[in-house]
């Protein structure tokens, strides 16, 4: 078996174009574009998720003193301002809760003296309302954000939570 090859002609490439480069470059390009947004992206997605749970996490805090507090209480003294509450505790003694620095400065949750919540967290809103109805309740609601967000990644965190005093 004999083969015959004819008319066979070798064609001997030199070299890549200027403009296979260039296409080439510009694909690179706009791929390195393209995984850099992607990264930052989740970069800013994992900060903003950090900051919203620590936020969470000091308005839990706040609000597990305020629950346990208010309803161990033995009555209520005063509740006339939405962003104050006077009690009288399980041992007689008097004390308040209160959104401190409200108007302007460092605002944050005061249980009589002590902070309830850190220099990280910017109380943005803070409400105290009673209901007079048999037992008596204290509704709670709170709105922080982190004091060192910026833009997209401060995120607003709201909760609250409505307290029955056992008053036996």
């Known amino acids: 078996m004999k083969f015959k090859i004819k008319n066979l002609k070798l064609k001997i490439s030199a070299g ?5 480069i260039l296409v080439a470059v510009a694909i690179f390009a ?25 936020v969470r996490e000091n308005i839990g805090y706040s609000l597990s003193v305020i629950e346990r507090q208010l309803r ?20 007689g003694n008097p004390s308040t809760f209160s959104c401190e620095g409200m108007d302007g400065g460092d605002p944050y949750i005061a249980s009589g003296s002590a902070r309830l919540t850190s220099n990280e967290v910017k109380i943005t809103k803070c409400t105290f309302s009673c209901t007079s109805t048999e ?16 833009g997209v990644e401060g ?6 939570t409505k ?3 056992r008053t036996y």
């Open 72 to 91: 161990n209480a033995d009555s209520i003294t005063s509740c006339s301002s939405d962003t104050e509450i006077g009690y009288i505790d399980s041992f």
């Open 30 to 54: 706009v791929l390195g574009v393209m995984v850099t947004r992607s990264i930052a992206l989740t970069l800013r997605g994992s900060k903003k998720s950090e900051l919203t749970l620590k």
């Open 163 to 165: 307290v029955y005093l």
């Open 16 to 20: 890549i174009s200027l403009l296979e």
């Open 135 to 150: 037992p008596p309740a204290v509704n709670v609601s709170i709105t922080a954000i982190d004091s060192q967000a910026e």
């Open 155 to 160: 995120a607003s965190v709201t909760a609250s």
